[in-house]
């Protein structure tokens, strides 16, 4: 059975109205949704554009405000250098993956945890509730490491990937650009053309 997409109404009073339950609804609200695995979409009341990553967006930039952040600044610093770039498409498949990556880490963290509890009969349910609650800001901060780790792995690749392009095509004399050779060669011996010229027709 396909899910169906739940669809939220944003309007011109930046009011948001959830048509499933013909309410309206706050970005609580619709952070519940996220965490609730409601699969939903966010249009414009009157163009129907989609707005969903706005809202997120929002979302996020309230988290991000209180409490224990995500982001550090340099890492907000580094995926911002990346919009425009020719790499940025493989900058957001690159942290796509390693959220989906780390999110399989936490669920068999999860799995793991609560068959150790389940075992000791000592711990009752509200006991198990307490440790996954305190193991969130852990793994939060985890993931906060975690994917700034990974941004940084990422950036040594670009840097790599230029380097070997500039060795690539460093010989090929392109229009315009001096052939890097001839020029390090004049530098080094302290010639000008005129001198090599003159010095080239004594020696013939």
Do not use: W
């Amino acid at each position: 059975m396909v899910d169906e997409t739940r669809l939220i109404k944003k309007y011109p009073n930046r009011r948001l109205y959830d048509t499933a339950t013909s309410s309206y609804i706050t970005l609580a609200d619709v952070k519940q949704l996220v965490l609730d695995n409601v699969i939903f979409k966010v249009v414009d009341a009157k163009t129907d554009e989609d707005l969903t990553r706005s809202i997120l967006l929002q979302i996020i930039l309230e988290e991000e405000g209180s409490g224990a952040p995500i982001f550090s600044s340099e890492m907000l610093c580094q995926i911002i250098r990346f919009y425009g770039h020719a790499l940025q498409e493989m900058m957001g498949n690159y942290l796509e993956k390693n959220i989906h990556t780390f999110m399989d880490i936490q669920r068999r963290l999860q799995e793991q945890s609560a068959s150790k509890i389940g075992e000791n009969p000592m711990l009752n349910p509200d006991a198990y509730s307490q440790f996954v609650k305190m193991q969130g800001p852990a793994i939060q901060g985890l993931m906060s490491n975690y994917l700034e780790q990974s941004a940084n792995a990422f950036l040594d690749m670009q840097q790599q990937m230029q380097q070997q392009a500039r060795n690539m095509f460093g010989n090929f004399p392109f229009a315009g650009m001096p052939a890097s050779d001839t020029k390090d060669e004049s530098a080094a011996t302290g010639q000008t053309a005129a001198e090599k010229t003159s010095s080239e027709q004594k020696s013939s």
